[in-house]
């Protein structure tokens, strides 16, 4: 049973540029949040999609989007590229059983933007 | 504002050595609480969870001692071994609007020494 994987593992992006992470959750998960990791720094949630519904969102621009699928599948989209953008981002899986709903990260994706 | 944070950020442990990771956390309404360990080029990994209206849990060598009154949090690891080293990361979860809002702190490094 694969776990959560993401694509590209790495990229390289310019100001201004717009870029699209993908990832695929576990097997049997419908809700995938995503995570921003700068270096030395813990995971800032950006946003949780379940149903292909946005359903929460952390302190992030609207520069960043996200999309769900029917298979569960996810994108997150970031326009306008900042320097400060820059960094690990996370995608996590879950089961919507209730209150406490054990997550499963997956390698993440290095964006690096010049 | 509500913040998750962590007293040392390294800790070098001989291996064989008990060791003790330390969390705060600033919201007295976060319910459950995560720690998970990172390792170099991974997404964070689930150790050991607890709920707010317990105070201690044990795992396979870990154990999480929570104490409500001090807003503290710690990752007790016996028998450290070299496959420890890794980056920890406590978590708090509340509820916001029905969902978890999971916040992470900034992690602690983890050395053992061979």
């Known amino acids: 049973d694969a776990g959560v994987t993401q694509s590209p593992t790495h990229l390289i992006k310019t100001r201004g540029q717009q870029v699209t992470l993908r990832c695929s959750p576990k097997?049997?998960?419908?809700?995938v949040s995503w995570y921003q990791q700068a270096l030395g720094q813990g995971p800032q949630f950006i946003f949780q999609y379940y149903e292909e519904e946005e359903r929460q969102r952390g302190n992030f621009p609207d520069r960043f989007s996200g999309h769900q699928f029917p298979n569960y599948s996810s994108e997150l989209n970031v326009n306008a590229l900042l320097l400060g953008d820059s960094a690990l981002y996370l995608c996590?899986?879950?089961?919507?059983?209730?209150?406490?709903?054990?997550?499963?990260f997956g390698p993440g994706t290095r964006l690096t933007v010049l | 504002g509500e913040s998750v944070g962590l007293h040392l950020p390294t800790l070098s442990v001989q291996e064989g050595d008990n060791s003790i990771i330390n969390c705060a956390y600033s919201n007295s309404a976060s319910d459950y609480f995560i720690w998970y360990k990172q390792e170099s080029g991974k997404g964070p990994q689930f150790i050991i969870d607890?709920?707010?209206?317990?105070d201690k849990r044990q795992g396979q060598r870990v154990t999480v001692l929570l104490n409500k009154t001090v807003k503290h949090l710690s990752l007790q690891i016996a028998a450290t071994q070299p496959g420890d080293s890794a980056v920890y990361f406590c978590?708090?979860?509340?509820?916001?609007?029905?969902?978890?809002?999971?916040?992470f702190g900034t992690g602690t490094k983890l050395q053992v020494i061979p």
């Open positions: 097997s049997g998960h419908d809700t």
């Open positions: 978590a708090e979860t509340r509820n916001s609007g029905g969902y978890q809002k999971v916040t």
């Open positions: 996590a899986s879950s089961l919507d059983r209730g209150p406490y709903n054990e997550q499963f």
């Open positions: 607890i709920r707010s209206n317990m």
